[in-house]
């Protein structure tokens, strides 16, 4: 068997067979397999050199049957079709199972941003708003961060979407804005931090210490950040952790700390040089000994398609907390289900990202801000709730956490498309 490496068809088959479980009018899955609008631009950017670029950007609203589309923007060379789409389709799986008010929304341009001047980062995020304007809004469909993207990039967002839009400062129109243009305190950390609530319940219901588990974390970009810093907040070690290595041919490493990880002393690097290679205080070790170890919990928070067929059947793994996007290959799923490996979804185990955004819209709404206490006890209690619907599902279909998760999600928008008289 080889692996598909196609996130959209991985997402159709995970709906179809949560729809089938549920025993659903089939036109419920008819109307979930594909984005309910998909739009692609063009986007013309002068380069410093008096050149010009044109890169491909895309925007898809998958589902709004439960409110307007909401989800991240990414800028990255490998963007495409399939990939936003599949994406969105998990951001109405999300907003699903956290009873939010919204549909899934994805968007992206094709562009890796290293190579790009702050000039031309710039223009080109311009570029994409002007591209989309028309289609974004606050209770139309929502951006936010996501993979490259950040609150600099948000801003531009809202200052190009004001200009096109009259004036109008719905600030609600984005999310992941920075704090002094309505952000949220503790959207920054809300991924990483929800990546932690849900491992910390999973451990406990399958009988893992977290304290004393050996841990193994991908990436240290905004959720794998987080996702550290609140695991060792928790009392856990994090000895492992693989990184972006361009001096090796898979484009990959990974480093070792006997001692475990130092958030700050992580950030600092990371700030001054850019990237974790070479890092002082860990050993440097191949990827194939990443893949080798023998992890009581492995979180891959990086890009997808991570964990392939080849990867799984080595694996020596527990609990997998899937804190990027459809790290794991449909393949590899089915063999981690053989192999009784319990996954945390990345619908349920990164949903605090989206989670957080709502309460940024609720406050922009409102003209009122919480503190970072507040919001952070609002998510723990609002992730708390999807777990023990989650897990009361896991328990009655007698299914794994990812399936439960889908089902539990399912339901409520089919109940909504239904009502709406869609089906
Ligand atoms: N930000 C958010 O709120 C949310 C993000 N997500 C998902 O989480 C994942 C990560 O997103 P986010 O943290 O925001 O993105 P960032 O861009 O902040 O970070 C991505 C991280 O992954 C690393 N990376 C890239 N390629 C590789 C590789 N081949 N091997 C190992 N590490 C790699 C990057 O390293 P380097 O810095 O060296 O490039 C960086 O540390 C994505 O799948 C995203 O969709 C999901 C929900 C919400
Ligand atoms: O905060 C948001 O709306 C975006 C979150 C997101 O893109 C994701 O969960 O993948």
Redesign the pocket.
């Known amino acids: 068997m080889t692996d598909t490496l196609n996130p959209l068809e991985s997402a159709q088959l995970q709906i179809k067979k949560a729809c089938e479980k549920l025993n659903l009018n089939p036109a419920v899955y008819e109307i979930l397999k594909q984005p309910q609008r998909f739009i692609e631009i063009s986007i013309p950017v002068k380069m410093d050199d008096g050149s010009l670029k044109v890169f491909k950007g895309y925007r898809s609203a998958h589902n709004h049957a439960l409110g307007p589309s909401k989800g991240?923007v990414?800028f990255?060379q490998s963007v495409n079709v399939e990939e936003v789409k599949a994406?969105s389709t998990w951001m109405t799986l999300?907003a699903g199972l956290l009873a939010i008010p919204y549909g899934g929304g994805k968007g992206g341009i094709c562009v890796d941003p290293?190579k790009l001047s702050d000039r031309e980062l710039e223009s080109l995020s311009r570029g994409y708003v002007r591209g989309l304007y028309k289609y974004l809004g606050e209770r139309i469909d929502i951006p936010?961060?996501?993979?490259?993207?950040?609150g600099k990039i948000m801003s531009y967002f809202i200052d190009e979407y004001t200009k096109l839009n009259g004036d109008k400062e719905d600030f609600g129109t984005f999310t992941?804005k920075p704090l002094i243009l309505g952000g949220s305190l503790g959207?920054s950390e809300?991924?990483?931090y929800g990546v932690v609530i849900t491992t910390k319940y999973a451990s406990k219901k399958i009988g893992l210490d977290l304290k004393n588990a050996e841990i193994g974390l991908?990436?240290?970009?905004?959720?794998?950040?987080f996702t550290l810093k609140y695991l060792v907040e928790e009392g856990a070690k994090v000895k492992y952790l693989?990184?972006?290595?361009e001096n090796e041919e898979?484009?990959?490493s990974a480093l070792y700390s006997e001692d475990g990880f130092d958030y700050e002393s992580l950030q600092k690097y990371?700030d001054e040089n850019?990237?974790?290679?070479g890092y002082p205080k860990a050993k440097k070790i191949s990827?194939e000994e990443f893949w080798q170890t023998k992890f009581d919990i492995l979180i891959p928070?990086?890009?997808?398609n991570?964990i392939t067929e080849k990867i799984a059947k080595n694996l020596d793994v527990k609990l997998i907390a899937e804190?990027?996007?459809?790290?794991t290959t449909p393949e590899a799923d089915i063999i981690l289900k053989e192999k009784n490996v319990e996954v945390i979804p990345?619908v349920l185990a990164?949903?605090?990202?989206?989670l957080v955004?709502y309460y940024e819209w609720i406050q922009n709404q409102y003209g009122n801000y919480w503190s970072k206490e507040e919001v952070q006890e609002k998510q723990e209690k609002d992730m708390l709730k999807a777990l023990e619907g989650i897990f009361e599902i896991k328990e009655e279909f007698n299914t794994n956490i990812r399936e439960a998760s889908y089902m539990f999600a399912i339901k409520r928008i089919a109940e909504a498309m239904e009502l709406r008289g869609w089906y």
């Open positions: 991240g990414r990255h994406l999300k290293k936010a961060p996501d993979v490259n993207t950040n992941g959207r809300a991924t990483g991908q990436g240290f970009g905004n959720v794998g950040s693989s990184i972006r290595d898979c484009g990959r990371r850019k990237t974790l290679v990827d928070a990086a890009l997808e991570i804190g990027a996007n459809g790290p990345d990164n949903s605090g990202g989206v955004s």
